[in-house]
């Protein structure tokens, strides 16, 4: 497939040896965004935490981004209202069941109904659609399919699906070096790395990149203390508001470990080059230490509409609905190391992401079945870094596995995960 000339030495560019970096994207895109704005956005996983922080921001940027597709699995009631709301030119509904529940006189006139994940990845993926930029919004490995069309297809993809990037990250920078499609950071603290590489050459300099976390609801607990935690408990974030999954991977630091992961493929970092610190306020995001010992930081108050938006906007940055810091009453930000013992998952994490090959699809699969059996009450707290850590050893790793080998394992992982028992 040819690259269009407007989106050659683009940002992901760095990635492959010797190229470009996000600064120098610059050149070959207008600041003011595409040619034509409005911007035409599908968000696809657009009734969850994202989708509707998304669906915010671009109700407070009329003329410049316009919603033409959204997709949802179960929620028809939200999807029915988002559609009434920003009259899309499609709707999808990607579980069958709620498929069939909806009443479709309820969508406005002339918006089309896709129905099953399918019909999704087909119009995603589909190079003719007016699409300028997907959200991958989608919770969980059911997010790649899509993204991957998308990416395939040419298309920008703001990418808040981290599991595509844990499972498969090196074929999807991969796949979209090869089309030109660009992968704009959606997760705060990946969105907070790339705002501070948009210097030229500024990924050419990095010593260190260090991603904050707030460390969840269990900061400061002893593995003894964290023996009997409940479900309440773990779903109840000191910072952020956030989906069931993501808000159980902060509570265990998995999704440290995911994003540690993430930053390996999306910035070409080799793991001693990552690291993670504690910041319980959640205002800081990330830092990137320079070859120089310059160290610098994206703060901004904990709001996903800020990294929604500047990968919606990118390169551009405009006034939007996002949250301001309260610099009267701003006094300190803290900063302490995690506690790798009472929380393995991190170390786990930047395991995977040196090994590569089939371990980030093996540790994404268990970890969202260890997820679900610990909401369903099946396991405690502390077994689902047992879990994971137990799968990928069981595991026979392929350093370059394909598409359908991490599919593969991706089920394989998942009924090894559902049959753990604790000895
Ligand atoms: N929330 C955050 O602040 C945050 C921050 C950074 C990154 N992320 C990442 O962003 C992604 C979304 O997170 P979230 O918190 O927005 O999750 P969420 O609130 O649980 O929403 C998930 C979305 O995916 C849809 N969905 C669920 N299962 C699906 C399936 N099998 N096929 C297709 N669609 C499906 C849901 O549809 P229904 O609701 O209609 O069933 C919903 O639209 C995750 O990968 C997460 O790690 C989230």
Known sequence: MTVPAEKQGDWHRPFAAGASDPGSARAGFSLSGPATLPKKIAVIGSTGNIGV?????????????????????????????????????????????AAARLDRSLLPPGCELLVGADALTRRVGDRSAAIDLVVSAIVGAAGLESTWAALEAGRDVA?????????????????ARRTGARVLPVDSEHSALFQLLQEPGALHRVE???????????????????????????????????????????????????????????????????????HPESVVHSFVEFVDGSVVAQASPPDMRLPIQYA?????????????????????????????????????????????????????????????RFLGGQLAFLEISQLVSAVLLAHSHDLRPGLDDLKRIDQWARLEARRWQNK
């Open 208 to 278: 260190r990149l260090v991603l904050t976390g707030s460390g969840g609801p269990f900061r400061g607990r002893t593995v003894a203390q964290l023996r009997d935690v409940t479900i309440a408990e773990a779903l109840t974030h000191p910072t952020w508001r956030m989906g069931r999954k993501i808000t159980i991977d902060s509570a265990t630091l998995m999704n440290k470990a995911l994003e540690l992961i993430e930053a390996r493929w999306l910035f070409d970092m080799p793991v001693s080059k990552l690291d993670a610190i504690i």
């Open 53 to 97: 922080n998304c669906l915010d921001v671009v109700d407070h940027l009329p003329g410049r981004l316009k919603i033409v597709g959204i997709s949802g699995h179960a929620n028809n009631a939200l999807l029915v209202e988002q559609a009434q709301r920003h009259r899309p030119e499609w709707v999808a509904v990607t579980h069958p069941d």
């Open 159 to 175: 990418v808040a699906n981290k599991e595509t990037l844990v499972m498969a990250g090196p074929l999807v920078m991969d796949l």
């Open 312 to 372: 919606m906007t990118w390169p551009d940055r405009v006034s939007g609905p996002t949250r301001r810091l309260d610099w009267k009453n701003l006094s300190r930000w803290t900063f302490e190391q995690p506690d790798r013992v009472a929380f393995p998952a991190l170390d786990l994490g930047l395991q995977v992401a040196a090994a590569g090959g089939t371990a980030g699809a093996v540790f994404n699969a268990a970890n969202e079945v260890a997820v679900e």
